[in-house]
T-cell receptor, first 109, second 115 residues
Framework: ELKVEQNPLFLSMQEGKNYTIYCNYS?????LYWYRQDPGKSLESLFV?????AVKQEGRLMASLDTKARLSTLHITAAVHDLSATYFC?????????FGAGTRLTVKP | GAGVSQSPSNKVTEKGKDVELRCDPI?????LYWYRQSLGQGLEFLIY????????KSGLPSDRFSAERTGGSVSTLTIQRTQQEDSAVYLC?????????????FGAGSRLTVL
């Protein structure tokens, strides 16, 4: 069974700081997705990574994929309060879509 | 429709009753997923439908849970003899399926509370 592990599960940051969230998975896959969930809301797509070495950036967030290491990272640059949310990675193994446990990010002033 | 629709949005039931949760995916999306999210937790995979293939039921937690997808469109998740531990938000998502990018579009969820 495909296993997806995220860490950290909880992250409290100060505004302006940088940090990285990690997503490890247990099987070969070259399709990985990042989603954001705000409290009380459903999940929304952030990034789609479809090959080894893929890098995507949107504002203060940058996601990358290393399929050989079975690792994806979500890097936060100069955090702002609006980034406070829960971030999930999801690994696509022939349409079998499994999610990590999520990283709850809180950005404090 | 324009998005994934789930109903009911909230359901409160008594322990031992049966409940049905409905998901109407985006038109043309061949893949449909059900996940369960307990308060403050991640997404637990329940079941996955792809086109006319047999569904992947490997995530269903017990035989009290079942799901079907009629005509490749609407799906119903049924929980029989509900227990308090079934209380959670049940999320449905759909995507095109296939070999390309499969970005899931999620519904707003059905919040189930078992008293």
């Amino acid at each position: 069974e495909l296993k997806v592990e995220q860490n950290p599960l909880f992250l409290s940051m100060q505004e302006g700081k940088n940090y990285t969230i990690y997503c490890n998975y247990s099987t070969t896959s070259d399709r990985l997705y990042w989603y954001r969930q705000d409290p009380g809301k459903s999940l929304e797509s952030l990034f789609v990574l479809l090959s080894n070495g893929a890098v995507k950036q949107e504002g203060r967030l940058m996601a990358s994929l290393d399929t050989k290491a079975r690792l994806s990272t979500l890097h936060i640059t100069a955090a702002v309060h609006d980034l406070s949310a829960t971030y999930f990675c999801a690994v696509d193994n022939n349409n079998d879509m499994r999610f990590g446990a999520g990283t709850r990010l809180t950005v404090k002033p | 429709g324009a998005g994934v629709s789930q109903s009911p949005s909230n359901k409160v039931t008594e322990k031992g009753k049966d409940v049905e949760l409905r998901c109407d995916p985006i038109s043309g999306h061949t893949a449909l997923y059900w996940y369960r999210q307990s308060l403050g937790q991640g997404l637990e995979f329940l079941i996955y439908f792809q086109g006319n293939s047999a569904p992947d039921k490997s995530g269903l937690p017990s035989d009290r849970f079942s799901a079907e997808r009629t005509g490749g469109s609407v799906s119903t998740l049924t929980i029989q003899r509900t227990q308090q531990e079934d209380s959670a938000v049940y999320l449905c998502a759909s995507c095109r399926g296939g070999s390309g990018a499969n970005v899931l579009t999620f519904g707003a969820g059905s919040r189930l509370t078992v008293l």
